[in-house]
């Protein structure tokens, strides 16, 4: 069962276009995660969000969380080709001694010159 | 200064045989995991470990088995391998305290992709 939507799944842009990828969930999130992966390597945190409604500003992206904690944005203005990449969502549920995050099914973003 | 290292990086065997493959961390932390992702580039947990003990297991067939010598390593045994099990496996740790801190992020190794003919 996936519990994590990520939208849309591909997208190519052109340079300078600005554009927002989703995650919804009908599950509660202790807190959310936005991972980048590049080709041959695992995936690198790009920022956390853990309050409902917290907005989180990174350079050109802006990451949002939703107010009931389901659900989250990513935006990226005037995307730069240094922007491609595979962008993965993952809400993490918390457990006594770890975390268990379940991602989504990724965005393979490609931003052309 | 490498974090989360994993070996081999390439693993090409016949089905039937069975594998291992190891994970270490640098980072002091207390908790590893591991990670499945497929061809689709589906990232899905199979397990983790808190000073080795074993605290997640998603539903992974029984022919994988990790063992947690001590809590910088993690390793990943499997046997009888079939053709689904090819994939990029990943490791990652993270540290679980203090307890009260959400979100604590997950650093991930470059993954060893397995390969069964």
């Known amino acids: 069962t996936q519990l994590l939507e990520q939208s849309p799944q591909f997208l190519s842009i052109q340079e300078g276009e600005n554009l927002t990828v989703y995650c919804n969930s009908s599950s509660v999130f202790s807190s959310l995660q936005w991972y980048r992966q590049e080709p041959g390597e695992g995936p690198v945190l790009l920022v956390t969000?853990?309050?409902?409604?917290e907005v989180k500003k990174l350079k050109r992206l802006t990451f949002q969380f939703g107010d009931a904690r389901k659900d989250s944005s990513l935006h990226i203005t005037a995307a730069q080709p240094g922007d491609t990449g595979l962008y993965l969502c993952?809400?993490?549920?918390?457990?006594?001694?770890?975390?268990?995050?379940?991602f989504g099914q990724g965005t393979r973003l490609t931003i052309n010159p | 200064d490498t974090a989360v290292s994993q070996t081999p990086k390439y693993l090409v065997t016949q089905m039937g045989n069975d594998k291992s493959i190891k994970c270490e961390q640098n980072?002091?932390?207390?908790?590893m995991y591991w990670y499945k992702q497929d061809s689709k580039k589906f990232l899905k947990i199979m397990f983790s470990?808190?000073?080795?003990?074993?605290?997640i297991n998603e539903t992974v067939p029984n022919r994988f088995s990790p063992k947690s010598p001590d809590k910088a390593h993690l390793n990943l045994h499997i046997n009888s391998l079939e053709l689904g099990d090819s994939a990029v496996y990943f490791c990652a740790s993270s540290e679980t305290r203090p307890v009260r801190v959400r979100g604590k992020e997950q650093y991930f190794g470059p993954g060893t992709r397995l390969t069964v003919t």
């Open positions: 470990y808190n000073n080795k003990e074993l605290i």
């Open positions: 969000v853990v309050t409902g409604g």
């Open positions: 980072l002091g932390h207390d908790t």
């Open positions: 993952a809400g993490a549920y918390r457990f006594t001694g770890a975390q268990k995050l379940v």
